[in-house]
């Protein structure tokens, strides 16, 4: 999300009371043209028409070699392989030696017809050759800079990549059809590809139809290990991508793909990455698909920022997986401008296992670390540079994702939430069109997920099960959730799509938690800028903003209040009791505040009291100022409808929240309050003796 200007941060409201500023701060973004949210940005690209196809594993003879020329080190890296392995890798490496290539771009540049296989053998390759700075023409290209992260770069054409396809590619395949690159090794760690923070892409497949790419590591990126671009069938093969300033395996604008056995850590974005995935179901309204354009099954992603994420990750089939000791486990989103297929759609997980993804890396941007050179950072001890703000400890976020279906994972040991829902309005990523600003977070389905409780059976809570900022149509989930926010939610029906009753139909989401992301979203690494008051970055107790502001408009409502008793209800013991409740409440809700990241019973009951407070006060003066007495009962009436809202039943078919409502009355409530109690009253007129 973006980082919004500092006239606009500085009106964002606390919890439950001044909830009016964030609607006019939010309104004021769109007006005033915010900055969207940054992402790292792409030549414009058109999905592909999807006829390929998935391509095959082809177990033939290799049609080009490559090898390193050093028997030992050969013999060393082998020494440990089964002895058919060995032995066929043996005679693999003699033909290379004779007739192969040294570096992986000299056998792609060998391809000379679709359907061919390149054989790499066990190795590391650096590809020296194509690691020097351009030269001639291609160090002056006419082209757009950007900068993501720490990193700026140009955002090239096609006809840029092709004549110049090392400015920012260690190893370039463009335009060459049904390519399939192998490693030989026993493991993908047998045959390495090494970037050395040369270059944005190690390996960049780019309108490369039926590439497949099979078991090697590709590592030390300014941006991405692998990245298959506008590609009509890819296959990303037992691969390994780790220790990227941003994403391990990146897939963009592309369609028949899959993801089978990878792995990826040590990534400062997601390791696997299957955005703007071929949009082929965005006309579709419900659940049940086409197909699906991107499969990812067997893969374990961990110790990265996140380990799964896509912005407009649409139609993207996710099963069998392990997303752990992340950040956050997945994330799916509608909040970065210029990606195809937005907003995000259709994606199915299932049978993944998700959990303990409670790391926070933003200790590395707050201490320096992620401001040294990037060679000097420390990825291999451990270290990751989180690309953008993320909320630790959660395991799905859909920040603004439409008619996804979460079904039977595991998700346990998240210190925040299993399942983090969120709307994002269609003014991050840069569309003003009013139509468009509540398109997301609409007809996701949770159902049948074990939450808690390991695949063995052992008891490993979730902080929360749901986290939701209450906003969208459709949405739902299991009967057995455990401890959410809110903490009653609309229920699943028996079919995906289907919600048992009303459900809720909201335009936008509870303006404490709009505000508190708003806040929180203010990271930027390339600053090293990281939100002091955001509980996101370690903020705790009083040093969270929610709390501060709570403070500070319980001291306004308070001091309000008090003035308006003492002035006209002080002799008045029905006024006195309501004002001992509505200083209650005001404790109460600032103690909520600070209470915890979960739902608490505190805020609810203070929004009973200070209802009360504010029924009885009205009731008090509806005989001397009846117009503000009957507001003040109205607003009472508001609150403790968002009491109920906020504990017992999810209020539907309000477009809006009571929340929202309580919040703009409460601010025409203090002006007026504050006019009445100032007000001097009129002395009474001199009766008129009667005539004689």
Known sequence: ??????????????????????????????????????????????????????PQYRDTAPDLLVCKDDPDDFARRTAGFPDELRRENEELFAACRKDGHRHLQDAVNAVDRPGMTIAVLPGEYREEPYRAAPQGECAELDARWARFGVTDYQVLS??????????????????????????????????????????????RADRADGIYLRNFTVQQTLFNAVYVLATD???IDRMLGRWNEEYG???????????????????????IYPGSASDINGDVAGHRVKRYAVEITGCR?????????????????????????????????????????????????????IHDNNQNYYRYVKDGTCAKPVAERGYRDGVVCPAVSMPPGSGIITAGGNWNLYRENHLWGHQRAAFYLTSVPAFVRGETALGKQTDTSHHNHYADNVLGRTPEGESR?????????????????????????????????????????????????????????????????????VPGGCDWYGARGPARVEVQLTAVIAVVLGLVGGLLWWRRLRTDTMATAAAGLGAAGLALDLLGSASSYAHTPLVPAALLLMGAWWVGTGLALRRSRPGFAWTTVALGGLTLLDAIDKSLWLIPYLPIGPAWLRGLLALVWVVWAVTVAARRDRPAAAPVAAAA
């Open 461 to 529: 809570p979730n902080k929360l099960d749901v986290w939701w900022d209450g906003q969208g149509r459709g949405n739902c989930w299991q009967g057995d959730t455990g401890a959410s926010n809110p903490p009653v939610l609309p229920e699943c029906g028996a079919a995906p799509g289907d919600v048992s009753g009303p459900g809720s139909h909201r335009l936008i989401g509870e303006p404490v938690k709009m505000a508190q992301q708003l806040v929180c979203a203010d990271y930027d690494i390339g600053e090293a800028r």
């Open 301 to 353: 992603s961990h110790h990265n920022m996140v380990g799964y994420s896509g912005t407009a990750g649409n139609s993207v089939w996710v099963h069998g997986n392990e997303f752990d000791h992340n950040q956050a486990g997945a994330s799916m989103d509608s909040a970065f401008p210029d990606h195809p297929g937005l907003p995000q759609n259709h994606a199915l997980f299932e049978h993944n296992l």
């Open 1 to 54: 999300m973006p980082a919004l200007p500092e006239r606009l941060r500085a009106l964002l409201p606390g919890p439950r009371t001044a909830v009016p500023l964030t609607a006019l701060a939010a309104l004021a973004a769109v007006l005033l043209g915010a900055a969207p949210a940054q992402a790292h940005e792409e030549r414009e690209v058109e999905f592909p028409d999807g006829t390929h196809g998935v």
């Open 249 to 271: 395996f990146l897939t963009f604008a592309s369609d028949n793909g899959l993801y089978t056995g990878c792995e990826a850590y040590g990534n400062g974005d997601s390791g």
């Open 158 to 203: 096609w006809e840029q990549q092709l004549a110049c396809p090392h400015n920012q590619n260690l190893v370039a395949v463009l335009g060459i059809e049904d390519l399939q690159i192998s490693g030989t090794g026993a493991r993908p760690e047998d045959v390495v590809l090494d970037a050395g923070f040369s270059r944005l892409n190690a390996l």
């Open 233 to 235: 069938g890819f296959v």
